[in-house]
Nanobody
Framework: QVQLVESGGGLVQPGGSLRLSCAASGTIFSLNTVAWYRQAPGKEREFIAL???????NYADSVKGRFTISRDNAKNTVYLQMNSLKPDDTAVYCC?????WGQGTQVTVSS
């Protein structure tokens, strides 16, 4: 059974940083593209970033230059380093690979 578990969310002030983790069990991340999405209250789910098996990365314009996606295949984990956070970044962040989704982790950016 495939399971994705996100962690690392929390409350941070504007301009702060957080690092999210997406740990996988039951599947081998190294074989697949992994992506991060977010969904804010009342809004549609939004693509944030992805990383392929060959370490190609792609980002939404809204986070380009502030967020960095990376992977540690030995730990079967993908990370999302988020810097210069803004209140508009407040959302539930979920990771995805193939057809599997995690439960998400809440990120709140507020003073």
């Amino acid at each position: 059974q495939v399971q994705l578990v996100e962690s690392g969310g929390g409350l941070v002030q504007p301009g702060g940083s957080l690092r999210l983790s997406c740990a996988a069990s039951g599947t081998i991340f190294s074989l697949n593209t992994v992506a991060w999405y977010r969904q804010a209250p009342g809004k549609e789910r939004e693509f944030i970033a992805l990383i392929t098996r060959d370490y190609y990365t792609n980002y939404a314009d809204s986070v380009k230059g502030r967020f960095t996606i990376s992977r540690d295949n030995a730990k079967n984990t993908v990370y999302l380093q988020m810097n210069s956070l803004k209140p508009d970044d407040t959302a539930v962040y979920c990771c995805n690979t193939v057809s599997y989704w995690g439960q998400g982790t809440q990120v709140t950016v507020s003073s």
